[in-house]
């Protein structure tokens, strides 16, 4: 929340960008925390929204979409002006307005209403303009029969890599053997092998990251939506064996 509070009243790309800068340690520790609690719909929520904010920021001062929804947008803009202005007068170091939170409340309940029309006409432009995350359970009814969501965790160095899975039927967090340091070397051995034309070690290399992944144990019946993290976005998911359809 705190986050989301600063970075709310930084006006350009590069300030939001810079300040982000590390901001993942928090993400990682949510993680762990989840991961601890077995609250796997707060968990889920927690990094989605983390997600949601480094998009919303690196979006900050850009045009999207030009033209549609224009009187919604434009309005929402001008209420994240005087947002920010508002919220950069109460970081002073000097007494302010006393009416200062009571306007910042104002304003941030007209945006969210604003924010809510253009979810219903357009979600896909408002996710631009407003941190959200979808809830888990709502993703699992989305999931056909014999699917799974493969949702990747934080994890670092030693970390083995955690998945959260979910299909229809619920939801359970998967350790698997592999490591994040040991990840990212068996990606490099890959690439080497690919730039060296050996398919041998290629498929070598192949078969130890499905092994460490634990693919036989969390693959579904249908297609397998999987949402990466760290270097499983370098991740050859086609060369793996055995993999199935796959959405990444």
Do not use: C
Not at 160 to 181: C, K
Request: glycine share 8%; hydrophobic share 40%; proline share 4%.
């Amino acid at each position: 929340a705190s986050v989301d509070l600063v970075s709310g009243a930084l006006s350009t790309d590069r300030a939001k960008l810079r300040y982000g800068v590390g901001k993942e340690t928090i993400s990682y520790r949510l993680s762990q925390f989840g991961v601890a609690s077995g609250d796997l719909d707060r968990l889920f929520h927690d990094l989605e929204r983390a997600r949601a904010r480094a998009f919303v920021d690196m979006l900050a001062d850009r045009v999207v979409a030009p033209g549609r929804y224009a009187h919604i947008v434009d309005e929402i803009k001008r209420l994240d002006r005087e947002i920010r202005a508002v919220r950069i007068r109460a970081m002073a170091p000097r007494p302010t307005d006393a009416t200062g939170n009571d306007r910042l409340s104002d304003l941030l309940t007209a945006r969210a209403g604003l924010l809510d029309q253009l979810r219903r006409a357009d979600p896909d432009l408002a996710a631009v303009h407003g941190v959200d995350a979808t809830d888990l359970s709502r993703i699992r009814t989305q999931l056909d029969e014999g699917d799974v969501l493969l949702y990747t965790l934080p994890a670092r160095g030693d970390d083995h890599l955690i998945f959260l899975i979910a299909d229809r039927q619920g939801a359970r967090l998967y350790e698997t053997t592999l490591t994040a340091s040991g990840l990212n070397r068996l990606i490099t051995r890959f690439r080497e092998a690919v730039t060296l034309k050996r398919p041998e070690p290629q498929e070598r290399i192949a078969r130890q990251i499905e092994q460490g992944l634990g693919l036989a144990d969390w693959r579904g019946q249908g297609r397998t939506y999987i949402v990466p993290g760290g270097d499983l976005f370098f991740l050859p998911w086609g060369a793996l064996p055995n993999v199935g359809e796959t959405v990444v």
